[in-house]
């Protein structure tokens, strides 16, 4: 659920699966999601039921480096749901969809890391330290309602 901070702005509730699977280096995640917006200033109220995706293939070249090729968007007002105002009733909506390669870096910091497995029974495993992953690609648009290109770059920090 999303609730944001702006006054008269509507909230949203975001659910679905994430689909993984991996063969080797290579690997595969399908995050797919239905939104549902709800609330809001009365008179931009839109209940509206959307459906995003965010796709992913990648293969791991090295411990550190990993090619991908990844896709996002967005098909808005799913069976023509909610009370579109006039700008969409004039213009129709604006379905978003981009793809393109990224590169990943990631750095493992082992200087850190703390021998947790003092209880194999339970199945527990050694903390490998700190990992960062950075990822920087270009996608591409795909249709007229979606920039030419957009850039996507990453920081995630596991601990």
Do not use: C
């Amino acid at each position: 659920v999303e609730h944001p901070l702006e006054t008269g702005s509507a909230n949203s509730v975001v659910f679905g699966p994430i689909i993984e699977a991996q063969y080797g280096p290579w690997s595969a995640v399908a995050n797919l999601t239905l939104v549902h917006f709800f609330g809001g200033d009365p008179d931009e109220r839109d209940p509206k039921w959307d459906f995003a995706y965010a796709p992913q293939i990648k293969y791991d070249a090295t411990e550190n480096w990993a090619f991908a090729l990844e896709a996002y968007g967005t098909v808005d007002r799913l069976g023509n749901s909610g009370t579109p105002d006039e700008t969409r009733v004039l213009f129709g909506d604006f379905d978003q969809h981009r793809m393109g390669p990224l590169i990943y870096y990631t750095y493992r910091s082992e200087n850190n890391a703390i021998d947790i497995d003092t209880d194999a029974e339970f199945g527990e495993e050694k903390d490998e330290g700190t990992t960062v992953t950075i990822g920087v690609g270009l996608l591409a648009g795909l249709n007229q309602n979606t920039p030419e290109a957009t850039l996507k770059w990453s920081v995630e920090v596991e601990f």
